[in-house]
Nanobody, 124 residues
Framework: VQLQASGGGLVQAGGSLRLSCATSEPTSNRYLMGWFRQAPGKGRDFVAAMSRSGSSSYYADSVKGRFTISRDNAKNTVALQMNRLKPDDTAVYYC??????????????????WGQGTQVTVSS
């Protein structure tokens, strides 16, 4: 599967952005989908994931209650709605797909397919 992320940009603290990940094939019931981010000089960290069925979603503690992952099966997209953004959310955001078990949703190494990343910058 090929992934292409979009929707990044510059936003003030407290604002919102919606990232979208377009996939080359349907992901429902096929792939565990995730979002990761990488800030300058840091590693690529887990942000959010959604199960194959779409019935379960998981979030990093730092974004819980502010970010929401969703899937649009008709459009073959996975979105990340980001609200109440903070300067610490500044990073390149990547969408990814995994064939791994649901329990591995936070394990970056088990995501085989990656999008190119989209920059999110939150100003204070």
């Amino acid at each position: 599967v090929q992934l292409q992320a979009s929707g990044g940009g510059l936003v003030q603290a407290g604002g919102s952005l919606r990232l979208s990940c377009a996939t080359s094939e349907p992901t429902s019931n096929r792939y565990l989908m995730g979002w990761f981010r990488q800030a300058p000089g840091k590693g690529r960290d887990f942000v959010a994931a959604m199960s194959r069925s779409g019935s379960s979603s998981y979030y990093a503690d730092s974004v819980k209650g502010r970010f929401t992952i969703s899937r649009d099966n008709a459009k073959n997209t996975v979105a990340l709605q980001m609200n109440r953004l903070k300067p610490d959310d500044t990073a390149v955001y990547y969408c990814a797909a995994s064939n791994g078990a649901l329990s591995t949703y936070g394990n970056r190494a088990l995501y085989r397919y990656w999008g190119q990343g989209t920059q999110v910058t939150v100003s204070s």
